[in-house]
């Protein structure tokens, strides 16, 4: 898609959210309104209608800014901004357009939903640290998980699939298989956890103890989620995985005293 220069931005029609049939808004104003909009009718957001933005420290453009949305989907700014509060804007723009989008019956999860989604995982975990089993044990506690989220959306749900996303990637999913924890267990346990600071400094001592048995392990695995996170944000996609990713590692990361990363560095991969 083609977006208009800032800080305008035409929407498609949501019926109740626009006024005197005035289809151009403040995309940052506007995506506050528009979750606020979508809890006053009802909809269950444990955390509010906050919107939560991130503007990444630097003294020159082009400027980076994350958005989090009620529900713990991510977006970025996707184009080269020169400020940063066009950082602001284009991670609004983008956010609003999924936003939007998710209202769509599509979104919502079902039984076709859930083959996709499971189809999909399959596919992007083939490179992961774990064998075929770990893979596909991972695998169907995230099936299991969706299915006892049938009808959330995408991005009500994306939160708890984010935190099962990195317990399979942390290599947490697997060791509990292994302590015979069922399935139903894991789930009811983090589905009242969120992701805050507390789980992602448990996975940072994770990342800590597999450094001491393989030195280097973490500066390769940061580089990797560095470069996934500037291609995904780039392109427009959902950043919540790979954010957490990068975020995780780069603790483990500062507390073994490492010197700093920078996304310049992946060119050396």
């Given at each position: 898609?083609?977006?208009p ?10 019926t ?7 289809y151009?808004?403040?995309?940052v ?17 444990k ?5 939560i ?15 989090t ?10 184009q080269?901004?020169?400020t940063?509060?066009?950082?602001r804007?284009?991670?609004a ?25 499971v189809?999909?995982a399959?596919a992007?975990?083939?490179?992961t640290l774990q ?20 009808g959330r ?23 509990m298989?292994?302590r015979?924890?069922?399935?139903q ?21 994770d990342?800590i103890?597999?450094e ?5 392990v973490i500066?390769r ?12 944000r ?6 919540r995985?790979?954010k ?26």
């Amino acid at each position: 898609m083609v977006y208009p220069e800032e800080p305008f931005w035409v929407l498609p029609t949501v019926t109740g959210f626009y006024e005197d049939r005035d289809y151009r808004v403040n995309v940052v104003e506007a995506l506050q309104e528009f979750w606020q909009m979508k809890q006053s009718r009802g909809a269950d957001l444990k955390n509010g209608a906050l919107v939560i933005y991130e503007s990444i420290p630097s003294n020159s453009q082009p400027y980076v800014c994350f958005v989090t949305l009620p529900g713990g989907s991510c977006f970025g700014s996707f184009q080269n901004c020169p400020t940063k509060a066009e950082a602001r804007r284009s991670s609004a723009k983008i956010a609003l357009m999924n936003s939007v989008f998710n209202e769509h019956p599509s979104r919502r999860i079902s039984d076709e939903f859930i083959l996709k989604a499971v189809q999909d995982a399959r596919a992007s975990f083939k490179t992961t640290l774990q064998g075929n089993e770990g893979t596909e044990s991972g695998i169907e506690a995230f099936r299991f998980m969706l299915e006892a989220n049938k009808g959330r959306t995408m991005l009500e749900f994306q939160e708890l699939m984010t935190v099962f996303q990195l317990l399979h990637w942390n290599g947490s999913l697997k060791a509990m298989r292994e302590r015979q924890c069922s399935r139903q267990e894991v789930v009811a346990h983090y589905s009242n956890r969120s992701l805050d600071d507390e789980m992602r400094a448990q996975m940072s001592l994770d990342w800590i103890a597999r450094e001491h048995d393989s030195p280097g392990v973490i500066r390769r695995e940061l580089l990797l989620a560095e470069r996934e996170l500037e291609t995904s944000r780039m392109a427009g996609r959902e950043l919540r995985f790979p954010k957490e990713k990068k975020d995780i590692l780069m603790i483990a990361h500062n507390q073994l005293g490492g010197s700093n990363l920078n996304s310049a560095s992946i060119d050396h991969l």
